[in-house]
């Protein structure tokens, strides 16, 4: 049965908005490798995230980001990569990328993330290299950089941050900082990504690394691949810069709209970071009991389309079972309770009515 509710329904910039960029690019006969369009894109973006310019690296995509970035950190070329076994499998394939084996941590029931405190003291019970830390900040949840500067300052082991949905919450620290530029993300432009690090030194061999490792001239002087933005990547994140604040208040509306219809329901909570003012592209719920299932069986049956948006942990994901890793329970608790609903900038107040009585309808038995 076709979804009367979709999941999800992405909005990038339309053709006319396109069109002066793309006049540009065929006038320019430039297309990739550092091109006008792309140095302005990094430009109006470090603007937006309050850096310096030389601070913010395009990239192809979020998960060669992470890739890379581990590539450029990593004490050493081989070792184990510590990242919570929530997040997509994005993040254990980049760490895989990197040439560092995935090993899973579990996350903070509440903030469904990587606490650098327990991260920490995990570390002095660990009998392996640890090579690096990717902590993920949840479907754009808020995370406080200095902690986890503060953290590698304490422990000497690098991080990179995986917030792949934060465009509207991330801040640069002298970690590496990932946000995604994928069509689903806030800030969509089909394929793409960020990397924020405010260590320019760092930056500088990051930018480096997604063009082969050439550092100066053209000669592989640090591990890398081609991890570059394309000019017609740079148009579209042109384009979809000019429509911004647009996109960003339909988002934050449907938001709004969602905790006002949800208000006063106390057998669920919101995704950390879930709030009136953060643009995101997801909406998960966590529900008091462990019926994940039961609703997106019984929301099908109503034609809302749903989804459990990292499956049931990565650990659980056949390629990433034989990964080692900690006990998971808080992990194991979420994927039973976890539920994304939901959310794009078509929904009317009366649909989100809709997928309240259907949720109602299960928690309510
Ligand atoms: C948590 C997380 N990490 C990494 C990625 C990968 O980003 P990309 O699709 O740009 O490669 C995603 C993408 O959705 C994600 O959700």
Redesign the pocket.
């Known amino acids: 049965m076709t979804p009367t509710i979709p999941l999800m329904r992405p909005k990038l910039p339309d053709r006319e908005a396109l069109e002066p960029y793309l006049v540009e690019i065929d006038k320019n006969r430039w297309y990739s490798n550092s091109g006008p369009l792309e140095r302005r894109f990094q430009a109006r973006l470090a603007e937006y995230f309050d850096i310096d310019s030389r601070q913010l690296v395009c990239v192809s995509?979020?998960?060669?980001?992470?890739s890379i970035s581990l590539k450029t950190v990593s004490r050493s070329p081989v070792g184990y990569c510590l990242l919570p076994s929530f997040?997509?499998a994005?993040?254990p394939h980049?760490a895989v990328g990197a040439g560092l084996e995935p090993y899973f941590l579990d996350v903070d029931k509440e903030n469904w993330a990587l606490n650098p405190k327990t991260v920490e003291a995990a570390l002095k019970d660990l009998d392996v290299p640890v090579a690096a830390v990717m902590p993920?900040a949840?479907?754009g949840a808020p995370f406080n950089i200095e902690e986890w500067d503060e953290f590698q300052r304490v422990t000497g082991v690098p991080v990179v941050i995986?917030a792949?949905?934060g465009f509207d919450t991330a801040s640069a620290g002298l970690s590496p900082v990932?946000i995604?530029?994928?069509a689903?993300?806030a800030m969509g432009i089909g394929?793409?990504?960020l990397i924020l690090c405010r260590d320019n030194n760092l930056a500088e061999q990051i930018r480096a690394a997604r063009n082969f490792g050439f550092l100066g001239e053209r000669v592989a002087e640090i591990p890398g691949m081609n991890a570059k933005l394309s000019e017609y990547g740079a148009a579209v994140g042109l384009a979809a810069l000019d429509g911004w604040s647009e996109s960003r208040a339909q988002l934050c509306q449907i938001a709004t709209d969602y905790l006002d219809v949800f208000e006063g329901i106390d057998r669920l909570r919101f995704a950390p970071g879930f709030d009136r003012n953060n643009a995101v592209t997801t909406c998960n719920v966590a529900f008091q009991d462990p019926v994940a299932s039961q609703i997106i069986d019984a929301l099908r049956e109503e034609g809302i389309e749903t989804r459990r948006?990292?499956n049931r942990g990565c650990h659980r994901e056949p390629v990433f079972a034989g990964c080692q890793r900690t006990s998971l329970d808080s992990t194991e608790y979420l994927a039973d309770r976890v539920v994304g609903l939901p959310f794009h900038i078509d929904l009317g107040k009366s649909e989100i009515e809709r997928i309240r009585d259907a949720v109602m309808h299960v928690i309510a038995r």
């Open positions: 995509n979020g998960t060669q980001a992470l997040t997509f994005a993040t980049a993920v949840p479907f995986d792949a949905a990932m995604s530029l994928h689903t993300k394929e793409g990504g948006w990292w």
